[in-house]
């Protein structure tokens, strides 16, 4: 039986595992040198084929360890259910979650934006349909439990999502709220201390 904490890292939509964000935070954790394992997946254009991905991977996991999970956008959406998810199965252990910029009811944006889509690191295409935008909207998650369990990082000049659904949504969760930036959260790299400090337990606020 490991101890060492499993960290899963979520993308954004029509992102990857090659991401700005998600490459620096394999390598500050490489380079920290920092007891834990990563899981980065290219998730799914489909939601429900990135909710059984990521069922069938916390399902190997028979609540043996804790679980971090840094969620971007889209991926925050997913962390936010992916977390509930496993407070269902494995109440026993520490599950922690950060959000970046979330996406808080992104089946409701995404009604704008049906029709042919492209991966921004994959070149892959793909069409948006209502029943990508009905599958997301089974897998809100209308409760949050161990909201302190939670660090929301928002910034004001977010041009994609309102920052203020999150803050709401989020109401009891720890936050950091910074004015201006944008939807890709600029400097997300100065902020990984934080993070990790988050993770592993720290006050961080």
Do not use: C
């Given at each position: ?57 916390i ?12 969620g ?42 049906l ?28 409760w ?7 660090l ?54």
């Amino acid at each position: 039986m490991t101890k060492t904490p499993l960290l899963i890292y979520l993308h954004g939509l029509n992102s990857s595992s090659q991401s700005t964000k998600a490459q620096q935070t394999i390598h500050h954790v490489h380079q920290n040198k920092l007891d834990m394992d990563l899981w980065v997946p290219d998730l799914p254009s489909h939601p429900e084929q990135a909710r059984r991905l990521m069922s069938d991977r916390i399902n190997r996991e028979y609540g043996i360890r804790p679980v971090y999970i840094i969620g971007s956008s889209l991926g925050g959406y997913y962390g936010t259910w992916l977390m509930q998810r496993l407070i269902y199965l494995h109440p026993e252990i520490v599950t922690r979650l950060v959000l970046i910029n979330p996406a808080v009811r992104p089946y409701e944006l995404f009604r704008d934006y049906l029709g042919r889509q492209t991966n921004f690191h994959t070149g892959d295409k793909w069409e948006l349909t209502m029943d990508h935008v009905d599958t997301l909207q089974s897998l809100e998650t209308l409760w949050l439990d161990n909201a302190r369990d939670i660090l929301l990082m928002v910034q004001e000049g977010d041009e994609t999502l309102d920052y203020r659904k999150a803050v709401e949504k989020y109401a009891n969760a720890q936050m950091i709220i910074q004015k201006g930036g944008n939807h890709s959260f600029e400097h997300y790299d100065n902020m990984l201390p934080t993070v990790f400090d988050f993770l592993s337990g720290k006050p961080v606020l």
